[in-house]
């Protein structure tokens, strides 16, 4: 399968975690996770922290690639010095490092037909008592297999959803962004691909295969056209679970922005924080980068990690829908 979405690459004695499906030839994009550091290794957050680390490293390892139409963080093949596969449950069962349950809830999962993997911190070694397990599951079938199986152990009660697990991670988690904690937790509720297992959180990273993603490499020469801010309507959420996650949207109101907006056809991102965000027939708030293929003349909106990048739907937050919208109008005039 290759480094893809879920595993990750040791480069310069550091971990860092693999994004995405298309990489540019002979290299690989991927996020700084772990720096190592002389008293051991220190976890890294944000792209501003990776292009630092890889900017010391040579400006070779920072490229504009011409499909994704930005630069990127990349590590050439050849220089990785090491690959990190996430681990299935037949490899977990040798591990003595991991807090059971951990091993009982991949157990209960493949019970279900589902290839749940370990990733995270705990896939590295470097989890606490305190760390969330991070699994992954790869193709569309299983992904469909893992939110069956998800709500049929809800239904049993093997799983839940804690609300004051939640609270702590969009809290320490999400400070960055322009949505409040609340209208957060108003998705996160919603979302079946996460939980808590004998009272230890969790969440399963749905990741379809190369072959089944809507593009191709040299498919598309994406270029930046600014900022947006749409009203769509979701008409098709095939991927919407998926990281990378896209959906497509019939754009209804252009709060701000070009006018090429209203002729947008989908709204993607790399981050696992926008999936299950909507679904097909709700109306959702996008504020993200308007986007123009210079192959096919299509246009999309990409949701990186800026603080402004958002979707938002309204059947979630109900009430406060009003209140985001008023506060995106008003970043027209912010620059």
């Given at each position: ?48 922290e990776t292009y630092a680390f890889l900017k010391e490293q040579g400006e070779r390892y920072l490229l ?165 801010a749409l009203v769509c309507e979701v008409v098709d959420d095939e991927y919407s679970k998926d990281t ?91 620059g």
């Amino acid at each position: 399968m290759g480094p893809i979405e879920g595993w990750y690459v040791t480069f310069r004695g550091s971990h860092l975690a693999v994004k995405g499906l298309l990489h540019p030839e002979g290299r690989v994009v991927a996020v700084l996770a772990w720096r190592r550091e002389p008293g051991g290794f220190r976890r890294a957050r944000g792209l501003f922290e990776t292009y630092a680390f890889l900017k010391e490293q040579g400006e070779r390892y920072l490229l504009f690639d011409d499909q994704a139409g930005q630069v990127l963080p990349v590590v050439p093949l050849a220089e990785v010095e090491s690959f990190i596969e996430p681990q299935g449950l037949e490899r977990l069962k040798e591990r003595s490092d991991l807090d059971a349950r951990v091993l009982r809830l991949v157990e209960a999962l493949s019970d279900h037909g589902v290839d749940a993997r370990l990733t995270g911190s705990m896939l590295l070694g470097l989890h606490t008592e305190l760390s969330d397990a991070d699994l992954v599951v790869y193709s569309a079938k299983q992904r469909d297999a893992a939110v069956e199986a998800l709500k049929a152990m809800r239904a049993e009660r093997k799983v839940e959803l804690r609300e004051d697990q939640l609270v702590r991670d969009i809290t320490s988690r999400r400070a960055d962004s322009l949505m409040t904690p609340e209208e957060w937790l108003a998705h996160e509720r919603r979302k079946v691909l996460m939980g808590s297992f004998e009272g230890m959180p969790f969440s399963v990273k749905a990741v379809h295969l190369l072959e089944e993603h809507w593009e191709r490499r040299g498919s598309s020469r994406w270029r930046s056209m600014g900022e947006v801010a749409l009203v769509c309507e979701v008409v098709d959420d095939e991927y919407s679970k998926d990281t990378p996650n896209m959906y497509r949207v019939k754009p209804l109101d252009l709060l701000w922005g070009r006018d090429e907006g209203m002729e947008v056809e989908w709204v993607e991102s790399v981050r696992s924080r926008f999936a299950e965000q909507a679904v097909a027939g709700e109306t959702v708030l996008v504020v993200g980068r308007l986007e123009v293929d210079l192959r096919s003349w299509r246009y999309r909106v990409f949701l990186s990690g800026e603080r402004t990048h958002l979707m938002a739907s309204r059947e979630a937050l109900g009430g406060m829908w009003s209140g985001l919208v008023e506060r995106v109008r008003a970043l027209a005039g912010s620059g």
